[in-house]
């Protein structure tokens, strides 16, 4: 039982280049999200998608695109990645639609540098 | 908007009682979140409360009180591998959304 699988782990980009980071889940959850977390900071939001063809901005969604692929798949593209976007990216995803009492469950990370 | 205050910091014995508190201002509530992050990983869930009151969960108990717009999270028997960052969260103007606090740092002393 997988949970959430997040791939690279870790990444090393020049300024500009682009990138996708692949997200799975096999835990059959409605919604999945996206975060960000710069050293000591709490996670902020990127985007999210509450359901299979959906998604929807968060706090942070500039310089970033999503897809939601399909119910298990939400990835994250940087078209010009830029040093402002070292950061260490998370997915994770939640079961019901709705409740705010169900769980989000996490990724190991992606550790992403932009030189 | 939205936002979450919790210390940036908390140091405790081993063995003692730590509360982490937790203010939020959200356009909308749908309850109170709480979330463990040990260094290099991931974080990982601790507790809900949705209405007033306490939740006990082990040795983890969670509190809120809406109309205050606060909430708490009480750590007992604090063990060395209790250090770790805490973060409250919240869902805001939509109950799809998850906004985290900045986190407290806890370290737990000997």
């Known amino acids: 039982n997988a949970g959430v699988t997040q791939t690279p782990k870790f990444q090393v980009l020049k300024t500009g280049q682009s990138m996708t980071l692949q997200c799975a889940q096999d835990m059959n959850h409605n919604s999945m999200y996206w975060y960000r977390q710069d050293p000591g900071m709490g996670l902020r939001l990127i985007y999210y998608?509450?359901?299979?063809?959906?998604?929807d901005k968060g706090e942070v969604p500039n310089g970033y695109n999503v897809s939601r692929l399909n119910k298990r798949e939400f990835s994250l593209r940087l078209e010009s990645a830029a040093p402002s976007q070292t950061s260490v990216y998370f997915c994770a995803s939640r079961a019901d639609r709705e409740r705010g009492n169900q769980p989000q469950h996490f990724g190991d990370g992606t550790r992403l540098s932009i030189l | 908007g939205q936002s979450l205050e919790q210390p940036s910091e908390v140091t405790a014995v081993e063995g003692a009682i730590v509360q982490i508190n937790c203010t939020y201002q959200?356009?909308?509530?749908?309850?109170l979140s709480w979330y463990q992050q040990h260094d290099g990983g991931a974080p990982t869930f601790l507790s809900y409360?949705?209405?007033?009151g306490l939740e006990e969960t082990g040795r983890f108990s969670s509190f809120l009180s809406r109309s205050d717009s606060y909430g708490y999270l009480l750590l007992q028997e604090l063990q060395m591998k209790d250090s770790a960052s805490y973060f409250c969260?919240?869902?805001?103007?939509?109950?799809?959304?998850?906004?985290f606090g900045s986190g407290t740092r806890l370290l737990v002393r000997p």
């Open positions: 959200t356009s909308g509530f749908y309850g």
């Open positions: 409360n949705a209405l007033d």
């Open positions: 969260a919240s869902s805001g103007d939509s109950s799809y959304k998850l906004i």
């Open positions: 998608s509450a359901s299979e063809g959906t998604t």
